[in-house]
């Protein structure tokens, strides 16, 4: 006996294939609004212009200010959306760089707007990776900037210091300014600022170790010598060279003086 159709059955055929359709413009639609938000913000997060400024800059290149505000200024929100570790450190590194040609034009304003900067740009990294070197850096120079060296500075400073004692593109950056407050610092931060001098020296950067000798004051330029002790002659001799290229003259146990009590460079 043949069973009667029921009237319900195109009802639920419809309904699925309702559904089935509805289902298919979501999917086309979800991906239609992913595209446009990979279009909108990826560009910015992976734009070559970062990571390849960011590169050069942090080896001593300077860039034009404008440029440079513009790429952070393009780069910064998304970076900041994304909690993007990478793209942040290098927009800090470029926001550094803005800041400090900033402090020699002598700008107040400027100067200040620019600090603000750093310090946010600090703390969205440090949201995104607590240990980051960097983000310590940048925390500790724009408030040494605001407030002076200090206890909160210092351990600012000491932070940096823990979670990248030895990242040579870091130590160039960090040293000067822990060299400047050298008198100040406690026995750990004198012993962290002389080795960055240490590591750059051994790896014979030798125009780099005068500039930082430069920088320094007595107390700490007896202290860096101190860490060349033991390196070879040739080594000295070259480092010697470089430091006389400043109008600068080494007095030192493990630098024999030349006729008048100086090292100077042969």
């Known amino acids: 006996m043949s069973r009667e159709p029921s009237a319900t059955e195109p009802a639920a055929q419809a ?34 212009a970062v990571p390849q400024i960011a590169g050069r800059v942090a080896r001593g290149e300077r860039y034009d200010v404008d440029r440079l505000r513009w790429i952070v200024a393009d780069n910064l929100p998304s970076a ?64 040494i900037r605001q407030v002076g060296f200090g206890p909160r500075t210092a351990e600012l400073l000491d932070l940096s210091y823990r979670f990248a004692p030895h990242e ?7 040293a000067p300014l822990a060299l400047r407050v050298f008198h100040a ?7 962290y600022a002389t080795q960055d001098f240490a590591d750059i020296f051994q790896a014979r950067l030798f125009p780099s170790a005068a500039t930082l000798y430069q920088a320094a004051g007595t107390e700490a330029r007896i202290a860096l010598l101190d860490r060349t002790c033991t ?6 001799d070259l480092f010697s060279h470089f430091v006389a290229e400043k109008g600068l003259r080494i007095r030192h146990r493990c630098y024999p003086a030349d006729g008048d009590g100086f090292r100077v460079s042969r």
């Open 231 to 236: 390196a070879p002659e040739a080594d000295r």
């Open 185 to 191: 610092a406690s026995p750990a931060l004198k012993d």
């Open 15 to 48: 309904g699925e294939r309702a559904f089935r359709w509805l289902l298919r413009g979501s999917t086309v639609a979800l991906a239609a609004v992913t595209l446009v938000w990979i279009a909108a913000v990826v560009p910015d997060v992976t734009n070559p």
């Open 168 to 174: 040579a593109w870091l130590q160039l950056i960090r």
């Open 80 to 143: 900041r959306r994304l909690c993007s570790a990478k793209t942040l450190r290098e927009l800090l590194l470029l926001q550094l760089a803005i800041a400090d040609e900033s402090a020699r034009t002598g700008n107040p304003k400027q100067i200040d707007v620019d600090t603000d900067a750093v310090a946010s740009t600090s703390r969205a990294l440090l949201a995104c990776a607590p240990t980051e070197a960097l983000g310590w850096f940048g925390s500790y120079w724009a408030e």
